[in-house]
């Protein structure tokens, strides 16, 4: 019955997976928080996120209350590849500029991504409760990248805010809304999941611990769940709230248990159903998807 379940939703609108993309230290992370209305930036070790980490939240638009799912991505040159990982993952973005730095390495990167792969995507300039500042010069370097406010029926494609005082978020949380209405996502549950292992650990009790978002598909207790070097059969399906649950849809965040170690933080997975006769598809798929294959992939869009 289960299975009746998703049948039900299949094919039902589905909550867009919104990425925040920009330069370390733009305010990606504290943007999040604000959305959330939390405070996840302190406890970060100096300030800098270390994985795409991502949230189920709600938006009250208009007469409805709308279901996003926000990625945070780490702006440090180091965490480009895990960035562009969580890009694949994104129906919308957000391009983050702080108004006070302008467009930087990191900027520019996610321009590039959002163009070659057509995201569709708001341009947020952050900070701009900062006093003395000139946003025509970040409103000219967005031009030479072709991005100007298209501002049609009073909608805007970039939006002055401030994740610090909340400043225009509402406003933001609207537009994306907007956008991701247009594109009118659905889901589509008898396939199986796929989607982006956004983090990882190991718990003393329930062993290796991989929190992830669902792109496509659904997945079950006893699926098989293939990631990097690593498969098992899934024992567990925790939702963002913490409570148990025994299948999950597409644009949903949750916690899968039953890897027997830990897969990394930023790679892609994929569910098999069972793990009888999938050998072949196991190593097909990792193949597919070791380190030098994506980046040769992913090289490959960005040029
Ligand atoms: P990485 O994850 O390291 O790439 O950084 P980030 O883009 O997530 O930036 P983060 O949210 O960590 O913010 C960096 C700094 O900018 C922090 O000190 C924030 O308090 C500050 N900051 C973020 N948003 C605003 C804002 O709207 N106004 C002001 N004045 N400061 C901000
Ligand atoms: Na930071
Ligand atoms: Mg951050």
Redesign the pocket.
């Known amino acids: 019955n289960h299975k009746n379940k998703i049948d039900i939703i299949n094919g039902q609108k589905r909550a867009p997976i919104v990425v925040?993309f920009?330069?370390?230290?733009?305010?990606?992370?504290?943007?999040?928080?604000s959305i959330r209305k939390t405070n996840t930036?302190s406890h970060?070790v100096?300030?800098?996120?270390q994985s795409i980490i991502g949230y189920e939240v709600e938006h009250q638009y208009f007469a409805t209350k709308e279901q996003l799912v926000f990625l945070?991505?780490?702006?440090?040159q180091a965490f480009s590849s895990m960035r562009l990982r969580g890009a694949q993952v994104s129906d919308v973005a957000i391009l983050?500029v702080?108004a006070?730095d302008g467009l930087k390495k990191?900027t520019i990167e996610a321009i590039d991504y959002i163009m070659n792969n057509q995201i569709p995507y708001i341009v947020a300039i952050?900070?701009?409760?900062?006093l003395d500042l000139n946003l025509s010069i970040v409103r000219e370097q967005l031009a030479n990248y072709n991005i100007v406010d298209q501002n049609m029926y009073g909608n805007s494609n970039i939006i002055e805010?401030?994740?610090?005082?909340g400043?225009n978020i509402d406003l933001l949380l609207n537009q994306i809304c907007e956008l991701s209405n247009k594109l009118s996502l659905k889901s589509d549950n008898n396939s199986l999941a796929q989607g982006t292992i956004l983090e990882s650990y190991l718990d003393k009790q329930m062993g290796a611990v991989a929190n992830i978002v669902i792109k496509n598909g659904a997945l079950k207790v006893g699926h098989t769940i293939v990631s990097g070097n690593t498969y098992g059969r899934i024992k567990a399906i925790m939702d963002h709230t913490g409570s148990k649950i025994n299948y999950a849809i597409a644009s949903s965040v949750v916690n899968i248990y039953g890897f027997p170690s830990i897969p990394e933080a930023g790679l892609h997975f994929q569910v098999i159903k069972s793990e009888k006769n999938s050998k072949y598809l196991i190593n097909k798929y990792i193949h597919k998807h070791t380190e030098s294959n994506i980046n040769k992939s992913l090289n490959k869009r960005i040029t």
């Open positions: 925040i920009g330069h370390v230290d733009h305010g990606k992370t504290t943007l999040l928080d930036v970060e100096g300030g800098i996120t945070d991505t780490p702006g440090h983050l702080a006070d990191q952050n900070k701009t409760d900062k805010i401030s994740a610090l005082t400043k």
